[in-house]
């Protein structure tokens, strides 16, 4: 899932090109309480990239924040990460 300040057509032209549900009209507030960065000097009401790996009890196995465009987690690592972590012993 991806959220997304946008709202409309805005939103739905990023959740056109994804395959995962995309929420819209994130607030200031919602930002904060994922602890993401909000805005930039450019783009002062645009929340900053935050993501996550959730499992499915809820429990945040992995988190990453950036300050901006850059510092997105990789698809590809992330697979990784999913594998090496379901091959662990239980």
């Given amino acids: 899932m991806a959220g997304s ?8 032209e990023v959740a056109d090109e994804v395959s995962f549900e995309v929420a819209e009209g994130v607030t200031r507030e919602q930002a ?3 602890g993401a960065w909000y805005g930039d000097a450019r783009h002062p009401e645009m ?6 790996l959730v ?7 992995m988190s990453s ?4 465009p850059l510092g997105r987690i990789n698809p ?9 972590l379901e091959s662990l012993p239980k």
């Fill in 5 to 12: 300040v946008d709202t409309g057509d805005a939103s739905r």
């Fill in 32 to 34: 904060n309480q994922l």
């Fill in 47 to 52: 929340i900053q990239p935050s993501e996550f």
């Fill in 55 to 61: 499992k499915a009890d809820g429990k945040v196995m």
């Fill in 65 to 68: 924040y950036s300050a901006g």
């Fill in 76 to 84: 590809d690592d992330l697979i990784k990460v999913i594998n090496f």
